[in-house]
């Protein structure tokens, strides 16, 4: 996996993937940004959010489940000391969908958070992460 990040001026950077996809990150004026841009520990957050959301899906899918959406909320804290890394992060999944079984859903939540989201496996060595769902009955 490869990626680039360019400085335009300011705090503005413009990120690239290895893939193609671009994404701009800046500050907020305080530190010398425009606010035209994600945060870089936002992008983090949301790497975190999007790799567990894409596993939850996969094992949904691949098991069948009738899913008409899925929404992961994340919540973060972060230390008040230099670097301020995250100190905990929670995800909470709302899914939405026609005669879900509480019992896959959770499966499918711990599954990610135990064994296949690399993001949040990674984070939790030194980063309390949590998870929880709601399901969305729609039948």
């Not at 790497?47 to 489940?65: E, P, T, W, Y």
């Not at 064994?115 to 969305?136: G, N, P, R």
Request: hydrophobic share 40%; charged share 25%.
């Amino acid at each position: 996996m490869e990626a680039t990040v360019k400085w335009v001026d300011g705090r503005t950077f413009l990120g690239e993937s290895g893939s193609g996809h671009t994404v701009v990150m800046d500050g907020p004026p305080e530190h010398g940004g425009r606010n035209i841009g994600i945060r870089p520990m936002e992008m983090i957050l949301l790497g975190v959010g999007g790799c567990s959301a894409f596993d939850v899906m996969a094992i949904l899918q691949k098991g069948r489940n009738d899913i008409v959406d899925c929404v992961t909320e994340l919540t973060a804290e972060r230390v008040d000391t230099v670097p301020s890394v995250f100190s905990k992060i929670h995800l909470h999944f709302k899914v939405s969908g026609i005669n879900l079984k509480e019992k896959v859903v959770a499966r499918a939540v711990k599954l990610s958070a135990e064994k296949y989201c690399s993001a949040s496996i990674m984070l939790s060595k030194s980063v309390d992460i949590t998870h929880d769902f709601e399901i969305i009955d729609l039948s």
